[in-house]
């Protein structure tokens, strides 16, 4: 990918010195496209080399009423020439398509971000919904930021005029005219947009035309209106990259294509069972797309019998999956139990929401760690694993299936709505770089006097994996207590213990067969160690990267393998003087930490739906080298501000 170093290459408008980053936030009714928009930006983004996150934000309700506060949707961006890790904490500019956009978001702008906004939308009535008294265009209230107030609604109409349609189908072409004035905004290429909009309408030419003539119209605005003030031109420089071929990724589709390729690297087809549930749903619909690949999908008609459908493949032969978010998870735990005790690889995928029950299902949480690694009856431990970013759950999802089948267990893969919404340029890894694990399954009796033994043990504690209808295998499953090798019924005092002790040491055995933990940032040792898991990576990443700038003792150490943890990880904490734990949830690793290492971790907690500013942690971290006794002690204060915040 070619990228523009020389200044004098640069067009005169943007030759200005630019900003190393940039993080852009489009907002408006549900109704109005933003996500869309923001997608097809960061596509853009993405050709012109740039590094990237993105955060979408989804009202709750299935369609709120049309330009009130809680039919809100929002899609931030943070895109730069260094390497980005989050979303980005304040945006510097918002798109507000409507009042209720501009109140529900413009607290979270920088001083001096630049607000573009609608007026078109900015009507009595309008204004009353989103609870104005008074157009804040008007009444002084955004005067510590930049605003560039115009009418897109009228300006969209006139551009698709020619193309004959109807008033509420061309102002549907609002976000690609707003679209097309931040591709010019940022010196992006229209091509591939006007590439896709052509595909996407094939069947509909006049749409496509008429979209088209939006984006171009928005783009034309900012290269001919010649407004004085904030609006500019700005060009980004491409990263530095590692050459390959790249492509942006949704925590989602890592998953989906993670399963994948962890059935192939077993030799095993691949069946998943699911039911809808956001924000789960989405890997269900990329795994229907999957089917030259081996993998059965089959929507049930409920958690349960997705679950139980699953362990059934694997007991046919097959790599079971199934996913959920938390409520369908709790509705999965009985079976999970059968799973455990029947000791079938399955592969259990939870993409986390804000609870408890309904809780919040389009806002983001950590809160199911308990119930991942604790939250079954009787004694049932399962291996869990976390992702932390989307092109991480990739790999994640490639353990899971290898864990899952190499120890005959079944396996929890945690990621979050942040991280399976959320899209970040990925590498595309070369196939031949993974080791593959080829599952074996016993074809013959192990057993000196001819009967066969499913239970029997090997070295790692493993029972063996034997396919229904195997001449002279013929074995007993189920969800009852079972005696030692011979997997008969046998609930006696004895071999319950006996048949406890070695599920949870085949599982605990686990910890040597992963790779030691590091530290990801900083040193082995010292004053100070960041603990994360899961999507809360990139801030802590950035906040200690600033912190150690300052020249504060601390590091940055991010666990994947949630339970067991890593067999280095007790010696690795007794290094540091402190320990401090970020998380979405009230203290759930903290606790686990504790359990584990009688480690006296500090919890840093936000349940508020959103992902952990950078700024948040850093203020944290800072607490600890700030010479006050005890300041850092105990909960450690965060901003529980929830952006966007419907004042209702």
């Not at 039911?275 to 999957?290: D, E, F, Q, R, W």
Request: proline share 7%.
């Amino acid at each position: 990918m070619a990228s523009i170093t020389a200044e004098q290459e640069k067009p005169a408008s943007v030759q200005e010195a630019s900003p190393e980053a940039v993080v852009v936030r489009f907002a408006g009714d549900s109704g109005d496209g933003m996500q869309l928009t923001g997608g097809q930006f960061t596509l853009s983004t993405a050709l012109a080399g740039n590094d990237l996150a993105t955060f979408p934000d989804f009202p709750a309700e299935i369609r709120a009423p049309q330009g009130t506060l809680f039919g809100v949707s929002a899609f931030q961006i943070n895109f730069g020439s260094s390497e980005i890790t989050t979303a980005g904490d304040a945006p510097d500019v918002l798109v507000a398509m409507n009042p209720a956009a501009l109140k529900t978001n413009v607290q979270a702008l920088k001083p001096g971000g630049l607000v573009i906004a609608d007026t078109g939308e900015f009507s009595k009535r309008n204004l009353d919904k989103a609870k104005y008294e008074t157009s804040p265009l008007e009444d002084g209230s955004l005067a510590k930021w930049d605003v560039l107030a115009f009418d897109i609604s009228a300006l969209t109409l006139e551009a698709v005029k020619p193309f004959g349609l109807g008033n509420k189908e061309a102002l549907r072409c609002k976000n690609m005219w707003t679209l097309g004035l931040a591709l010019w905004m940022f010196d992006r290429d229209r091509e591939p947009l006007v590439n896709w909009l052509k595909t996407k309408f094939a069947k509909n030419p006049v749409l496509a035309d008429a979209n088209i003539a939006a984006l171009n119209a928005g783009h034309a605005y900012g290269e001919t209106a010649e407004l004085a003030g904030p609006l500019k031109k700005l060009h980004i420089d491409p990263v530095p990259s590692e050459p390959g071929l790249y492509r942006t990724i949704t925590g989602a589709e890592a998953v989906s294509l993670g399963l994948v390729a962890g059935a192939q690297l077993a030799e095993l087809p691949m069946f998943f069972g699911g039911y809808p549930i956001t924000p789960a749903s989405a890997i269900l619909h990329n795994l229907v797309k999957m089917k030259e690949f081996g993998v059965t999908t089959f929507q049930a008609e409920d958690e349960i019998a997705a679950i139980c459908s699953a362990i059934g493949a694997s007991y046919a032969g097959q790599l079971g999956v199934t996913s959920s978010s938390g409520p369908g998870i709790a509705l999965k735990g009985e079976a999970m139990g059968l799973a455990i005790m029947t000791e079938l690889p399955l592969v259990i995928v939870n993409s986390q929401r804000g609870g408890p029950s309904t809780g919040l299902p389009t806002k983001t949480e950590q809160s199911d760690l308990y119930q991942a690694v604790y939250g079954r009856n009787g004694d049932a431990p399962l291996p869990v694993i976390a992702a932390r970013s989307p092109a991480d759950a990739f790999e994640c999802a490639i353990e899971a299936c290898r864990i899952a089948t190499q120890f005959m267990t079944p396996v929890m893969l945690l990621t979050d709505g942040y991280i399976g919404n959320a899209s970040e340029p990925w590498l595309v890894p070369d196939p031949s770089t993974f080791e593959p694990f080829p599952v074996k399954f016993l074809e013959d009796t192990n057993n000196p006097d001819g009967k066969v033994l499913p239970y029997k043990r090997d070295e790692r504690g493993v029972r063996p994996w034997i396919k229904p209808g195997t001449a002279d295998l013929m074995h007993r499953v189920g969800g009852i207590e079972k005696a030692i090798d011979t997997g008969d019924l046998d609930y006696s005092p004895a071999t319950h213990q006996a048949q406890t002790d070695a599920r949870k040491a085949k599982v605990d055995g686990i910890a040597a067969a992963v790779p030691a933990q590091d530290v990801c940032l900083g040193n082995e040792k010292g004053r100070l160690a960041v603990v994360g898991w899961g999507s809360t990576y990139g801030p802590i990443h950035q906040a200690v990267r600033r912190a150690r700038r300052k020249g504060y003792d601390v590091s940055h150490i991010h666990v994947r393998h949630v339970w067991p943890l890593p067999a280095n990880m007790g010696d690795l904490l007794a290094g540091f003087e402190k320990v401090l734990v970020p998380e979405m949830n009230t203290g759930q690793f903290k606790t686990v930490l504790r359990d584990q290492f009688l480690v006296d971790a500090v919890p840093l907690n936000k349940t508020s739906g959103q992902p952990f500013a950078i700024a948040e942690i850093e203020e944290a971290i800072a607490s600890f080298f700030d010479g006050v006794p005890g300041h850092a002690e105990g909960e450690v204060p965060v901003n529980d501000t929830q952006l966007p915040n419907p004042e209702a």
